[in-house]
């Protein structure tokens, strides 16, 4: 890759847009990228980073922070870079997330961050990720690898050259990605860690489980229980115990099963003798009860036949009643149509109360209505003259309107004329202070004038002799002369007061004419004052027209409202009689259509009230022919005849049903009785107290032997679940033992953990190998830079086997045939060394890459500290470098460095803010 043209806009310092015609500096060779520090050289490799992978060189500043604070508003932020890979041309353009001006309106916007690359044949790619993964394709790196191979930061390099192996360690894992390496490592230490603790956790099961063997206290094999619970006794040894504990209980379960077996059998037996004596008791019982219950039951059964004679006595009566009871019911329907009668009688005696009662009020309203009516019709003719004086006040009112209005401008003429009275009153008094000031200030010049022309006379005199002329009167003789005054003004001084006097007039002056033309305002104003004055009021003068003022437009104020009052009255009228033209004809036609409406309502109520008198008869002649004066009676008489007749009903059931009853139960003690006869005649010799006592003894017997069952039981299933935990934690026991054994080994080796041997880890092995080949390409330079003097080698034995090792690194000091620590190095010496180990580093990632091919290097700084043979054997070295087709840029700011290289990018800072930078070639 190698960059062609670089385009730089409001970019960190660069304010304004910069570009750079990077084909100048040639396809190879050395240049140099210089200027104040500051001022922006190491920004020139942070624009072709960021336009080719959209990030700064640097981990500390974000795309956002690439706005220049220097650059204008409307200026956009951008970087464009034409570049070349493999023959090929290509075109990047980013632009970062920033504010900008709006394009129209106030205020900003947010310039949301964009990517555009352009193909050799034309073709467009603009999504930022889509050409992040373009450039990435064409590079054939990412942008870490990127900056390993083409920028070499001596600082950085100079840390690698003297880390020990611990931070070494850590450099070369961001640089190789050996992180993976480590994690392998911790994975295994950590694994074998917990595979310890399991195997001990599995010890402390097995030694728990066996804490729960169970053993009675007088058994022979609790001796060797004792021992297994106090750790004397292998594993194997201690479940064949537990295996014989088990067969031991076991025979004894067996031997108790058989007793409680037998126990049972021989209580089935008694309980059964037991059954049959019992019987025997219960049928005897119930054949006496049988007996005594047939006796009572005779007893009842006479006394309910009696009952039942008597119930049936009562059936004629119960018919007759019931007789009745449907006559009553017959007649429901004739109080229905009575009960329908009644309730429309009611309702149109209501209907013509109501009708009344609204007629009396339509009437009394009507008479109301016809009175108002006649008094309207009054009250119109009496409007007949309404408007007539309209006009007339109108034109009153119009007259004394303008006197108002003259006398509110003649108001505010006084106000304005009393303004200008204090305008120029405020005028005279600052002139009166002018003047005053002029005089002072006139007196002042005046008195230092004399006193300066005094001083002129004094210093004439000192000249003066005997004998010579006066230059001023040409006397010889000069018996008064003139002296200098200590107080007297200088030049400067009489001019400042001369200009001071001349101002002073000058406001004066100024303050005079103000004066007067603010009198001729107020005379004119006056005069207009004077005018409407005298249109109002004839004989008042000027001075007393202000104060009659007020008094004169209460009275003209009154007298508009009287004639307003008078206006308003006269439109009411007119109103009013309107009014009544309009409504008078409507009122009239309607009291007419009432009155006939009341008339017709009148004979319609006579013709109601006929109709309810016949109603009434009606009602009247259906009540004489009915038992009960209404329904609800007659109903009330049919239910108490229905209670009646069911209650006989009910008792006459009841005491039949009651009869039966009795009758089967003196059936069912008949049957009983000679049936329980039959069943205790049976022969039953068992003897109950014999019987008893057996099963009290069988019953105690066989209650131990659950007992000591239910303890083997228990015991049996305890020490079951121990074996079996035991064996299943001996088996997992034996298998995280086997794979600790080896997992142990093998994080050990991994993490340099082997005792007596060099504490080498894997990770820092794998980087050892990559340090072995970067040490091999730097000393080719190496060797060139220190005139074949210093050779890198990396310590192949630790100083001791306490401390990690395996990167620490020594030189050979080929003029002595010593070898010793990098640290021992000089100044110069280190940055040939740590620019050589940068230049070897570049070589094996672009290697490890694929063969990618950078055309172009940068190294940043680290120069200054180099002798002057040192910087030439650096620069050797950098132009071996840059042979063939690379292009490497040196990024300093030491000045020996500008006589040496001849093509140079010069970055200056600006006076206005920013930065500006120029090719030189």
Same mark, same amino acid.
Request: proline letters at 2%; charged letters at 35%; one cysteine or more.
């Given at each position: 890759?190698?960059?062609?043209?670089?385009?730089?806009?409001?970019?960190?310092?660069?304010?304004?847009?910069?570009?750079?015609?990077?084909?100048?500096?040639?396809?190879?060779?050395?240049?140099?990228?210089?200027?104040?520090?500051?001022?922006?050289?190491?920004?020139?490799?942070?624009?072709?980073?960021?336009?080719?992978?959209?990030?700064?060189?640097?981990?500390?500043?974000?795309?956002?922070?690439?706005?220049?604070?220097?650059?204008?508003?409307?200026?956009?932020?951008?970087?464009?870079?034409?570049?070349?890979?493999?023959?090929?041309?290509?075109?990047?353009?980013?632009?970062?997330?920033?504010?900008?001006?709006?394009?129209?309106?106030?205020?900003?916007?947010?310039?949301?961050?964009?990517?555009?690359?352009?193909?050799?044949?034309?073709?467009?790619?603009?999504?930022?990720?889509?050409?992040?993964?373009?450039?990435?394709?064409?590079?054939?790196?990412?942008?870490?690898?990127?900056?390993?191979?083409?920028?070499?930061?001596?600082?950085?390099?100079?840390?690698?050259?003297?880390?020990?192996?611990?931070?070494?360690?850590?450099?070369?894992?961001?640089?190789?990605?050996?992180?993976?390496?480590?994690?392998?490592?911790?994975?295994?230490?950590?694994?074998?860690?917990?595979?310890?603790?399991?195997?001990?956790?599995?010890?402390?099961?097995?030694?728990?489980?066996?804490?729960?063997?169970?053993?009675?206290?007088?058994?022979?094999?609790?001796?060797?229980?004792?021992?297994?619970?106090?750790?004397?006794?292998? $594993?194997?040894?201690?479940?064949?115990?537990?295996?014989?504990?088990?067969?031991?209980?076991?025979?004894?379960?067996?031997?108790?099963?058989?007793?409680?077996?037998? $126990?049972?059998?021989?209580?089935?037996?008694?309980?059964?003798?037991?059954?049959?004596?019992?019987?025997?008791?219960?049928?005897?019982?119930?054949?006496?009860?049988? +007996?005594?219950?047939?006796?009572?039951?005779?007893?009842?059964?006479?006394?309910?036949?009696?009952?039942?004679?008597?119930?049936?006595?009562?059936?004629?009566?119960?018919?007759?009643?019931?007789?009745?009871?449907?006559?009553?019911?017959?007649?429901?329907?004739?109080?229905?149509?009575?009960?329908?009668?009644?309730?429309?009688?009611?309702?149109?005696?209501?209907?013509?109360?109501?009708?009344?009662?609204?007629?009396?009020?339509?009437?009394?309203?009507?008479?109301?209505?016809?009175?108002?009516?006649?008094?309207?019709?009054?009250?119109?003719?009496?409007?007949?003259?309404?408007?007539?004086?309209?006009?007339?006040?109108?034109?009153?009112?119009?007259?004394?309107?303008?006197?108002?209005?003259?006398? +509110?401008?003649?108001?505010?003429?006084?106000?304005?004329?009393?303004?200008?009275?204090?305008?120029?009153?405020?005028?005279?008094?600052?002139?009166?202070?002018?003047?005053?000031?002029?005089?002072?200030?006139?007196?002042?010049?005046?008195?230092?004038?004399?006193?300066?022309?005094?001083?002129?006379?004094?210093?004439?005199?000192?000249?003066?002799?005997?004998?010579?002329?006066?230059?001023?009167?040409?006397?010889?003789?000069?018996?008064?002369?003139?002296?200098?005054?200590?107080?007297?003004?200088?030049? $400067?001084?009489?001019?400042?007061?001369?200009?001071?006097?001349?101002?002073?007039?000058?406001?004066?002056?100024?303050?005079?004419?103000?004066?007067?033309?603010?009198?001729?305002?107020?005379?004119?104003?006056?005069?207009?004052?004077?005018?409407?004055?005298?249109?109002?009021?004839?004989?008042?003068?000027?001075?007393?027209?202000?104060?009659?003022?007020?008094?004169?437009?209460?009275?003209?104020?009154?007298?508009? $409202?009287?004639?307003?009052?008078?206006?308003?009255?006269?439109?009411?009228?007119?109103?009013?009689?309107?009014?009544?033209?309009?409504?008078?004809?409507?009122?009239?036609?309607?009291?007419?259509?009432?009155?006939?409406?009341?008339?017709?309502?009148?004979?319609?109520?006579?013709?109601?009230?006929?109709?309810?008198?016949?109603?009434?008869?009606?009602?009247?002649?259906?009540?004489?022919?009915?038992?009960?004066?209404?329904?609800?009676?007659?109903?009330?008489?049919?239910?108490?005849?229905?209670?009646?007749?069911?209650?006989?009903?009910?008792?006459?059931?009841?005491?039949?049903?009651?009869?039966?009853?009795?009758?089967?139960?003196?059936?069912?003690?008949?049957?009983?009785?000679?049936?329980?006869?039959?069943?205790?005649?049976?022969?039953?010799?068992?003897?109950?107290?014999?019987?008893?006592?057996?099963?009290?003894?069988?019953?105690?017997?066989?209650?131990?032997?659950?007992?000591?069952?239910?303890?083997?039981?228990?015991?049996?299933?305890?020490?079951?679940?121990?074996?079996?935990?035991?064996?299943?934690?001996?088996?997992?026991?034996?298998?995280?033992?086997?794979?600790?054994?080896?997992?142990?080994?093998?994080?050990?080796?991994?993490?340099?953990?082997?005792?007596?041997?060099?504490?080498? @880890?894997?990770?820092?092995?794998?980087?050892?190998?990559?340090?072995?080949?970067?040490?091999?390409?730097?000393?080719?330079?190496?060797?060139? @830079?220190?005139?074949?003097?210093?050779?890198?080698?990396?310590?192949?034995?630790?100083?001791?086997?306490?401390?990690?090792?395996?990167?620490?690194?020594?030189?050979?000091?080929?003029?002595?045939?010593?070898?010793?620590?990098?640290?021992? !190095?000089?100044?110069?010496?280190?940055?040939?060394?740590? !620019?050589?180990?940068?230049?070897?580093?570049?070589?094996?990632?672009?290697?490890?890459?694929?063969?990618?091919?950078?055309?172009?290097?940068?190294?940043?700084?680290?120069?200054?500290?180099?002798?002057?043979?040192? !910087?030439?054997?650096?620069?050797?070295? !950098?132009?071996?470098?840059?042979?063939?087709?690379?292009?490497?840029?040196?990024?300093?700011?030491?000045?020996?460095?500008?006589?040496?290289?001849?093509?140079?990018?010069?970055?200056?800072?600006?006076?206005?803010?920013?930065?500006?930078?120029?090719?030189?070639?």
């Amino acid at each position: 890759m190698r960059p062609i043209k670089l385009t730089v806009s409001a970019f960190g310092p660069y304010a304004g847009k910069t570009v750079l015609d990077l084909d100048k500096l040639g396809e190879n060779g050395l240049y140099l990228i210089t200027g104040d520090t500051g001022a922006g050289k190491t920004t020139i490799f942070d624009a072709i980073t960021y336009a080719l992978y959209g990030e700064a060189s640097g981990d500390n500043r974000e795309p956002s922070m690439f706005r220049s604070k220097y650059a204008e508003a409307t200026t956009p932020t951008e970087v464009e870079l034409v570049f070349s890979y493999a023959g090929k041309t290509y075109t990047v353009k980013r632009n970062p997330e920033y504010e900008r001006r709006k394009s129209r309106g106030e205020g900003f916007a947010t310039q949301k961050a964009e990517a555009q690359l352009i193909y050799p044949d034309g073709r467009v790619v603009t999504k930022q990720r889509d050409v992040d993964n373009a450039i990435r394709d064409i590079m054939g790196i990412n942008r870490s690898q990127f900056l390993q191979i083409a920028m070499i930061a001596q600082g950085d390099f100079l840390k690698l050259l003297l880390a020990p192996t611990e931070e070494r360690k850590k450099i070369f894992r961001q640089i190789f990605k050996t992180q993976l390496y480590q994690d392998l490592q911790d994975r295994l230490k950590k694994e074998s860690g917990q595979l310890n603790d399991k195997c001990d956790a599995a010890r402390n099961s097995i030694k728990q489980y066996i804490d729960g063997i169970s053993c009675d206290e007088n058994d022979v094999l609790s001796i060797e229980v004792e021992k297994a619970k106090n750790g004397l006794l292998p $594993a194997k040894d201690v479940m064949d115990l537990i295996d014989r504990l088990l067969t031991q209980d076991n025979d004894k379960k067996t031997a108790i099963q058989k007793s409680i077996s037998d $126990a049972d059998k021989a209580l089935e037996i008694v309980n059964a003798n037991l059954g049959k004596i019992e019987v025997k008791e219960k049928t005897q019982k119930a054949l006496d009860q049988a +007996q005594k219950n047939l006796i009572g039951e005779n007893e009842t059964n006479l006394a309910l036949k009696a009952a039942f004679d008597i119930e049936k006595g009562k059936v004629s009566e119960r018919e007759q009643l019931a007789e009745e009871k449907a006559k009553i019911e017959a007649e429901f329907p004739r109080y229905e149509a009575l009960d329908i009668l009644e309730k429309q009688i009611k309702k149109d005696e209501d209907a013509i109360s109501e009708n009344e009662r609204q007629l009396k009020k339509d009437r009394e309203q009507y008479a109301i209505d016809e009175a108002e009516f006649k008094i309207l019709k009054k009250e119109f003719e009496s409007l007949a003259d309404a408007g007539e004086g309209k006009e007339k006040l109108s034109r009153q009112k119009e007259k004394v309107q303008e006197k108002l209005t003259k006398q +509110q401008n003649l108001s505010a003429l006084f106000e304005a004329f009393h303004e200008l009275g204090d305008n120029l009153d405020t005028l005279q008094s600052d002139y009166k202070k002018a003047s005053e000031s002029s005089e002072e200030t006139t007196a002042d010049y005046e008195a230092k004038n004399r006193a300066f022309l005094d001083e002129q006379a004094g210093i004439i005199a000192e000249t003066l002799e005997n004998g010579k002329p006066c230059p001023v009167c040409g006397s010889l003789e000069h018996p008064c002369i003139a002296h200098k005054s200590a107080k007297a003004p200088t030049e $400067a001084q009489l001019k400042r007061a001369k200009e001071n006097a001349d101002k002073a007039r000058k406001a004066a002056e100024d303050l005079s004419g103000k004066c007067k033309e603010a009198k001729g305002i107020l005379d004119a104003k006056k005069a207009e004052t004077e005018k409407l004055a005298k249109e109002l009021w004839q004989s008042v003068a000027f001075e007393d027209a202000e104060n009659k003022l007020p008094e004169e437009q209460k009275v003209v104020s009154a007298e508009i $409202a009287a004639l307003d009052k008078a206006l308003s009255e006269e439109e009411k009228k007119v109103s009013r009689r309107s009014e009544l033209a309009e409504s008078l004809p409507e009122t009239e036609m309607s009291l007419t259509e009432r009155d006939k409406d009341i008339t017709a309502r009148s004979t319609a109520l006579e013709a109601d009230k006929a109709s309810l008198s016949e109603k009434k008869n009606q009602r009247n002649a259906a009540k004489e022919s009915l038992r009960f004066d209404n329904i609800a009676e007659a109903q009330r008489k049919s239910e108490a005849l229905e209670k009646t007749v069911s209650e006989m009903k009910e008792a006459y059931d009841k005491a039949q049903n009651a009869l039966s009853e009795s009758d089967k139960k003196i059936a069912g003690y008949t049957s009983s009785i000679k049936e329980l006869t039959k069943q205790t005649s049976s022969d039953c010799d068992l003897d109950k107290e014999d019987e008893t006592k057996k099963k009290t003894e069988i019953t105690e017997k066989k209650n131990t032997d659950d007992a000591v069952a239910k303890v083997l039981h228990t015991r049996i299933e305890s020490n079951a679940q121990v074996l079996a935990n035991i064996r299943a934690k001996v088996g997992d026991l034996d298998t995280l033992e086997k794979r600790y054994t080896w997992l142990k080994v093998l994080s050990n080796t991994a993490n340099g953990n082997i005792s007596g041997k060099e504490k080498v @880890m894997l990770e820092t092995y794998i980087q050892m190998t990559y340090f072995d080949r970067i040490i091999a390409r730097a000393n080719t330079r190496f060797m060139v @830079m220190s005139g074949g003097q210093y050779e890198l080698k990396r310590r192949r034995e630790a100083e001791n086997n306490r401390s990690q090792s395996g990167l620490d690194l020594d030189v050979i000091d080929h003029y002595n045939g010593t070898e010793r620590s990098v640290k021992t !190095l000089s100044g110069g010496e280190s940055f040939k060394a740590s !620019l050589s180990l940068a230049l070897g580093l570049s070589d094996e990632i672009q290697a490890s890459a694929g063969g990618v091919k950078l055309d172009t290097m940068f190294v940043d700084e680290g120069f200054g500290s180099l002798d002057e043979d040192s !910087l030439d054997q650096a620069m050797k070295a !950098l132009s071996s470098l840059a042979d063939g087709n690379r292009l490497v840029g040196i990024i300093s700011h030491v000045a020996d460095l500008k006589n040496r290289i001849d093509k140079q990018i010069v970055v200056t800072k600006e006076k206005s803010g920013g930065s500006k930078a120029n090719i030189v070639v």
